[in-house]
């Protein structure tokens, strides 16, 4: 979701924590559009929204369970009320807004929109990330602010333009203000509505969107026709000479066939050329020492300090402008992509890392490089990512890598042949400061 820039302004940044302006459905690239007139309508649970079956090919039985935290176990009438919580814009102080706005069944529980709108059409920096699996994160958020999806699901309700209530106290005297909630309430947890209560019943319902069932799921249990033979030497390519291994694997030695991520930040050269990270990270030096969690929250999204990154939890200059690696399954139907959804197809995606994109990036990845990978080679690791896409978002999938495909056969704005082929650019030197 969204934030605003109060947090930055309050420490006297004005100019870093200008609000971003809103914008519409248009072109990722674009980086002003026009405020959105009328609020859209809450996305329902739908059949997508329901908590899903644990009976999935694929699905690790054991992590799963270690997933649900002791003081917050599993009921079926708390996942309910969560779910009923989740899709309802009473939560937001206007009423327009709900965790499904961002976070929509139909779109596997994303948004469809380069970064997300909030109440009154405000727009922040960052893509909606999938709930979808969200329960195996061992941080929440692109930069890793929330432990947990209680904490995760907190946030959002009292930043400013997401779904902009005052305090999680008026958040939930709304709820509370309904006699079905207040029953509910008595019944999952024995007392009146709460905060603490109100996002443990939001975490319950996250936790059951388990998604795996895939043509690649199949493939690794055994049936070698699940996926073509394009896919199948995609995956080969993405743990050897497209090296994506370095980031999406527990381990470079370990092929990971559950959740494609090593669970760390990485700067990957997004954002860079758009903003001096350098001038950023000084200007933030106050707000980061704070340490104040909503301060944060609100900076980070919605001002340039959101090309930051893990740097405002962190306070460590090498992860100036690091994000977390994602979770890659349903890919196919989550973009666009990247933290601050500024590439529209899967083909930019991998034109951006074949190039070995970020110059003039004194804190880019040292696994970041130029990786010679021929078209034939893209479109193999682009059909092995689609071999990602579960089941349930099997149409959507097809639907979208074709739109994408067509998109690529005539727009490539990151792809640079000449790059990807030669040596790796001189990298500058980190300015060597800490705040």
């Known amino acids: 979701m969204v934030a605003t820039a109060t947090a930055a302004l309050s420490f006297g940044l004005e100019e870093a924590g200008k609000p971003a302006r809103s914008q519409t459905r248009a072109a990722p690239n674009e980086t002003a559009r026009p405020a959105i007139p009328n609020p859209r309508p809450i996305p329902e649970a739908g059949s997508l929204g329901q908590p899903k079956s644990l009976d999935q090919v694929g699905l690790p039985a054991e992590l799963t369970r270690q997933a649900i935290p002791p003081d917050n176990p599993q009921t079926p009438e708390k996942i309910a009320l969560g779910e009923k919580l989740f899709f309802d814009g009473r939560l937001s102080v206007d009423g327009t807004v709900a965790c499904s706005t961002c976070h929509d069944p139909a779109r596997a529980f994303t948004d469809g929109l380069p970064t997300s709108i909030g109440v009154k059409g405000g727009v922040g920096q960052r893509n909606a990330p999938t709930v979808l699996n969200a329960l195996y994160n061992k941080t929440q958020f692109w930069d890793g602010r929330a432990q947990t999806l209680e904490e995760q699901a907190a946030l959002p309700i009292t930043n400013p333009i997401e779904m902009g209530q005052p305090s999680m106290d008026a958040?939930?005297?709304?709820?509370?203000?309904?006699?079905?909630?207040?029953?509910?309430?008595?019944?999952?947890?024995?007392?009146?509505?709460?905060?603490?209560?109100?996002?443990?019943?939001?975490?319950?319902?996250?936790?059951t969107q388990v998604s795996f069932d895939s043509p690649f799921d199949h493939f690794i249990a055994g049936d070698k026709s699940a996926i073509d033979a394009s896919a199948q030497r995609g995956w080969d390519l993405f743990n050897t000479k497209a090296r994506c291994n370095k980031c999406h694997a527990l381990s470079e030695d370990r092929r990971d066939v559950t959740n494609f991520t090593d669970h760390?930040?990485?700067?990957?050269?997004?954002?860079?050329?758009?903003?001096?990270?350098?001038?950023l990270a000084r200007q933030a030096e106050q707000l980061v020492k704070s340490g104040r969690t909503e301060a944060i929250d609100r900076a980070a999204i919605a001002t340039s300090f959101s090309a930051l990154g893990r740097f405002l939890i962190s306070k460590q200059e090498a992860d100036t402008a690091a994000f977390k690696t994602p979770n890659i399954r349903n890919i196919s139907v989550t973009g666009p992509y990247f933290h601050d959804g500024s590439q529209e197809t899967l083909w930019d995606v991998i034109d951006h890392y074949n190039k070995g994109d970020g110059l003039q990036n004194p804190y880019l990845d040292q696994d970041i490089q130029p990786l010679s990978l021929t078209e034939p080679e893209i479109d193999d690791l682009v059909a092995f990512m689609a071999s990602l896409t579960s089941s349930q978002y099997r149409e959507l999938g097809d639907k979208e890598l074709a739109r994408q495909r067509e998109i690529a056969g005539t727009k490539r704005p990151q792809r640079d042949t000449v790059r990807a082929f030669g040596p790796k650019p001189p990298q500058p030197a980190p300015p060597g400061r800490t705040p």
């Open 264 to 279: 760390q930040f990485h700067n990957i050269g997004i954002g860079i050329l758009r903003h001096n990270v350098v001038a």
């Open 171 to 207: 958040a939930v005297a709304a709820i509370a203000a309904i006699e079905e909630y207040r029953q509910a309430f008595q019944q999952v947890f024995g007392r009146a509505p709460n905060g603490t209560d109100l996002v443990r019943a939001i975490a319950s319902y996250e936790r």
